[in-house]
């Protein structure tokens, strides 16, 4: 459905006095990206005039985001949108282009929370979600993801992470590159379609389950670059220290009971990883020390839960069930 927007309800919308009919209006006009210069065009105009009423801009922007975000969590179960043309075309209308850079000067603290969204997991909680590219994204336990609100417009798709997701990339005709970001140090290029991300303040762990990643990574002034095959185990310590290889291999169902699985400082992270991918059982870490907690020996597990035990009695630690799995926690 189309919407057309007058420059003095947009000004109403903005100072939080339109009627619920306008914002419904104002909020579908938003989303077609060719009323974007405009709207920075009138967003600079309501500005100017509004400071000598000395309005609060972080309420304003606040206020808008939250709007934003309900929006688009009654259309979360909805199928993907298709992809959409740039936002910005600068070539031909100058004035907005500095119009727009006036006000990202202004306004360069509230600009993330305008043209990014964050999602959010609480202790215990794990989301599933799907990018508007068709990616899965499996965000588990305290932790956040941060990806473009309009779409990705770039010839990369970029995302922030901190906590620990799950990726399943969907590949596009384009060849568009898929980039998973934890800090100005640490990226992930995709190169392949699954692996699962854990990047807490200790250390960074990248599992890969399929396909092929490229991590870049910097140690110091010096960049480095370092592809992952199938079962690798990449770990980055907070001092900066590299370790790769491979995760313990599991033996097939049949095998199970006859061949034993052998640990070599081996972290908690890793064993719940397996429990996860290779039995199917949930279970996920509160405290980050616990994570980097290791195991070694060789033990003997016919099913998850064996293997569950031997890593709760040979460390002394405790599990609690959630509504969607098991939690671990330091006894």
Request: some cysteine.
């Amino acid at each position: 459905m189309n919407h057309s927007v007058s420059k003095h309800t947009l000004f109403t919308y903005l100072a939080g006095q339109a009627t619920p009919i306008e914002r419904q209006t104002v909020e579908e006009w938003l989303k077609n990206p060719a009323n974007t210069p405009t709207f920075h065009e009138w967003l600079l105009e309501w500005e100017m005039r509004s400071l000598q009423f000395v309005p609060d801009q972080e309420a304003a922007f606040e206020k808008m985001v939250q709007r934003l975000d309900q929006t688009e969590r009654l259309e979360a179960d909805e199928e993907p949108m298709p992809v959409r043309k740039p936002l910005f075309f600068w070539g031909g209308w100058k004035p907005y282009l500095v119009a727009a850079t006036v006000l990202l000067a202004l306004l360069i603290p509230l600009r993330n929370k305008l043209f990014y969204q964050t999602h959010y997991t609480a202790y215990g909680e794990t989301k599933t979600l799907r990018l508007e590219d068709g990616t899965g994204v499996v965000l588990k336990s305290n932790s956040s993801l941060q990806v473009p609100r309009f779409g990705f417009y770039t010839n990369i798709r970029e995302v922030l992470l901190t906590g620990e997701g799950r990726f399943s990339v969907t590949h596009k005709p384009d060849h568009q590159r898929f980039v998973v970001k934890t800090s100005d140090q640490f990226q992930i290029e995709v190169l392949g379609t699954e692996f699962t991300v854990y990047a807490r303040k200790q250390s960074t762990n990248v599992a890969l389950g399929r396909g092929k990643i490229r991590v870049d990574y910097s140690q110091g002034a010096d960049k480095h670059q370092l592809t992952m095959k199938p079962g690798d185990l990449l770990t980055l310590s907070h001092q900066g220290n590299l370790h790769l290889r491979q995760l313990p291999a599991v033996p097939p169902a049949e095998a199970r009971g006859k061949t034993g699985l052998t640990f070599k400082e081996t972290s908690v992270w890793e064993v719940c990883y397996l429990l996860r991918e290779k039995f199917g059982l949930k279970v996920e870490i509160v405290d980050d020390s616990l994570a980097q907690r290791t195991i070694s020996g060789n033990y003997h597990a016919d099913n998850a839960d064996e293997l569950l035990d031997v890593l709760t009695e040979t460390l002394e630690i405790k599990t609690e069930k959630t509504g969607t799995g098991l939690l671990l926690k330091n006894n």
